[in-house]
């Protein structure tokens, strides 16, 4: 398999833009049902990442402006993902735990429904400024897009190591 992943570079930003627009608009449609049309794959993808938060005067504050969105674009058709974030504290904090701390978990899903066969996947995320591309290979029925982040390093006690307080460095894509 092909991936190609760009990240940390003020270049991105223009990149995101563009995985953001679509150009196409026949590739995937929205699937609501869990039935299987005949000759058609199905996407279910997923991605949770946890986020920094701020404290001030008792309240964890999110990223609200602009929102924490997944930018998901298949061979140039592109949707937006949200999700409405959960405050999530990991205690204590583990140096060897990325996602230990307090933070805000957002969980991202969609089911979209597509012709089988080889397909370019573009991944952003506008917030942390990163992009992954990669080409996937679909079969006809159920197939599972499973998204895990790669955080950032922080050199700063007591999160030394990986930590989400840092930021997502990368992305890993699994298709099965």
Sequence with gaps: MLCVVVSGCA?????????????RSDVFTEAVS????????????????????YYLMGTYGKHTAPPYRVNLNIDGQATVLEAEPILEDKSPVDSNVPESGTGWKYQFSKRLALTPGKHK????????????EQEIELHSGINTIAVVPVYKKT????????????????????VN
Excluded: E, H, M, W
């Design 121 to 132: 996947l573009t991944i952003a995320l506008p917030i942390d400024d990163v992009i992954v």
């Design 155 to 174: 050199l700063l006690r007591p999160y030394r190591g990986q930590n989400f307080k840092a930021g997502v460095r990368t992305l890993k894509v699994s």
């Design 34 to 53: 869990s039935d299987v049309q005949a000759g058609k794959a199905i996407i279910d993808f997923s991605f949770a990442v946890k986020s920094n938060s």
């Design 11 to 23: 270049n991105n930003r223009d990149l995101i833009a563009k995985t953001s627009l679509a150009t």
